[in-house]
């Protein structure tokens, strides 16, 4: 059974660019998340996606959207990229009904110079 | 709103001592608390949990935590670390109502020297 897949694991994009990112969530798992993590810091939650459509949202402006697949997988896209947009994304599959266990990919890792 | 503070940054340790990585949270409701793990370049994995029952919780590899609601705190330790151990750790809330979203804090980074 593959775990959380995330692709790519590393880009570089220049200031100005727009981002997609993409996640398999593990086989079962209807529920996706996706985290920033800075450098030095701990994720911060970007937002949720259920059913297709955005469950909740944590503070991000609107340059960071996604969308979900009838297959539950995720992308992340971010618009007019920011040198402080920089970091480690991290996208989580939760199963529908569990135990709150959230289950993380290896991660995005996003240079914009 | 919840956060979760781990006041420490770096805990620099000796191969076989022990540990204890420190975790307070704030919530005004009932909450879950976990632990990650993160290893270099890697995801984050999940080392332990608490979300009823005994406070006293334990992982695979020989790590323990203890949920203190008076305190709130939930401190992770090991009686003896190995080299492996080296890591960023990282504690983690989730509320009852809002299981999927977790809230972290800025992590511990465990270093453990021969």
């Known amino acids: 059974d593959a775990g959380v897949t995330q692709s790519p694991t590393h880009l570089i994009k220049t200031r100005g660019q727009q981002v997609t990112l993409r996640c398999s969530p593990k086989?079962?798992?209807?529920?996706v998340s996706w985290y920033q993590q800075a450098l030095g810091q701990g994720p911060q939650f970007i937002f949720q996606?259920?059913?297709?459509?955005?469950?909740q949202r944590g503070n991000f402006p609107d340059r960071f959207s996604g969308h979900q697949f009838p297959n539950y997988s995720s992308e992340l896209n971010v618009n007019a990229l920011l040198l402080g947009d920089s970091a480690l994304y991290l996208c989580?599959?939760?199963?529908?009904?569990?135990?709150?266990?959230?289950?993380f990919g290896q991660g995005t890792r996003l240079t914009v110079v | 709103a919840q956060s979760v503070t781990q006041l420490d940054s770096q805990v620099p340790v000796f191969e076989e001592a022990p540990v204890e990585l420190r975790c307070n949270y704030s919530?005004?409701?009932?909450?879950?608390l976990f632990w990650y793990v993160q290893y270099p370049n890697q995801g984050l994995q999940l080392l332990l949990k608490?979300?009823?029952?005994?406070?006293l919780v334990e992982s695979i590899n020989g790590f323990e935590a203890e949920f203190n609601k008076s305190q709130t705190s939930f401190h992770l330790r090991k009686p003896s670390v190995h080299i492996s151990d080296t890591a960023e750790y990282f504690c983690?809330?989730?509320?009852?109502?809002?299981?999927?979203?977790?809230?972290f804090g800025t992590g511990t980074r465990l270093q453990v020297f021969p």
């Open positions: 989580a599959s939760i199963p529908s009904g569990g135990d709150a266990e959230a289950f």
């Open positions: 086989s079962g798992h209807d529920t």
């Open positions: 996606y259920y059913e297709e459509e955005e469950r």
């Open positions: 919530s005004s409701v009932s909450v879950y």
């Open positions: 608490y979300l009823s029952g005994s406070t």
């Open positions: 983690a809330v989730s509320t009852l109502y809002n299981t999927d979203k977790l809230i």
